[in-house]
């Protein structure tokens, strides 16, 4: 004989009691419990997002430059502290004396690697800042700029930095001193003249220290342009170029004076 199921009445829409069997209310249970449990695992999954992230050991570099040095030499090292993997797309300094090389462009998680970097001192005196830019495929954090700052001491003095005549003056002598800073030590390998119209003669003033340069011209009947190079060997050891440049101008006509009784513009 079959067994009569007991009823449980409730209140449906219309206000009136309706029955709903044990069954029916045990299948609703577990059909809310598994809504919950899938809330929470959605939850969960949103608040944890799954991210690659290159950390970097030492992303900003200060250096100061003895007077010998030509580049300066550095490395960026970085790790995949993400769980996927990380294309680096590429690497670009802010300026042209500036190189930045890396091995390889794809790294799995917890791998690491290096991006070297040579910095070219040239010419350049005072503060230096470059910048390295370096771009992944990882969108939270797409861009990376690296900070490389160099210091470089002025080792010599080089002065004036420019030498004039006016056309048509007398043959006038104009000299150039060279110097070296404290606890440096110079030697003038060369001085040489960019035009055959101006003619340079060395004069040592204090040996490995300290030296002019006279330059004189052939002839101030036309203007002229030019720059004398300075080969100077640091230290008895790296040589490096410095220019002073020199011209002939035009004479500025002196200044006329007003008319008497001439009224000055407004």
């Not at 910095?119 to 350049?124: D, Q, Y």
């Not at 330059?215 to 030019?226: C, H, I, K, M, Q």
């Not at 100077?232 to 008319?259: C, H, Q, S, W």
Request: hydrophobic share 40%.
């Amino acid at each position: 004989m079959r067994t009569a199921e007991r009823m449980h009445p409730r209140l449906d829409g219309g206000g009136e009691i309706a029955l709903r069997s044990p069954s029916y209310m045990i299948k609703r249970h577990q059909a809310l419990q598994a809504t919950a449990a899938a809330l929470v695992l959605a939850a969960t999954t949103t608040a944890v997002p799954v991210a690659a992230q290159l950390s970097w050991l030492n992303a900003e570099q200060s250096f100061t430059t003895k007077p010998a040095d030509t580049q300066v030499l550095t490395t960026y090292a970085f790790t995949n502290l993400g769980s996927y993997v990380v294309t680096v797309q590429g690497v670009k300094a802010s300026c042209g004396c500036t190189t930045a090389k890396l091995d390889k462009k794809t790294y799995e998680p917890g791998e690491g690697g290096v991006i070297n970097t040579t910095f070219t001192i040239g010419n350049r005196r005072g503060t230096q800042t470059k910048r390295i830019t370096v771009t992944t495929d990882d969108p939270p954090k797409s861009n990376k700029s690296l900070l490389l700052k160099v210091e470089i001491p002025r080792v010599v003095v080089v002065k004036p930095q420019l030498v004039s005549w006016n056309v048509g003056e007398a043959h006038a002598r104009r000299t150039i001193e060279i110097s070296a800073a404290e606890g440096a030590t110079v030697e003038l390998v060369e001085a040489l003249p960019s035009t055959e119209g101006v003619v340079a003669e060395t004069k040592v003033l204090k040996e490995q220290g300290q030296y002019e340069i006279s330059l004189t011209p052939v002839s101030t009947d036309a203007p002229f342009r030019g720059f004398i190079t300075l080969k100077v060997k640091i230290n008895g050891d790296a040589i490096k170029e410095y220019r002073v440049f020199y011209r002939a101008l035009p004479a500025m006509p002196p200044p006329t004076a007003p008319a008497a009784g001439a009224v000055p513009p407004a």
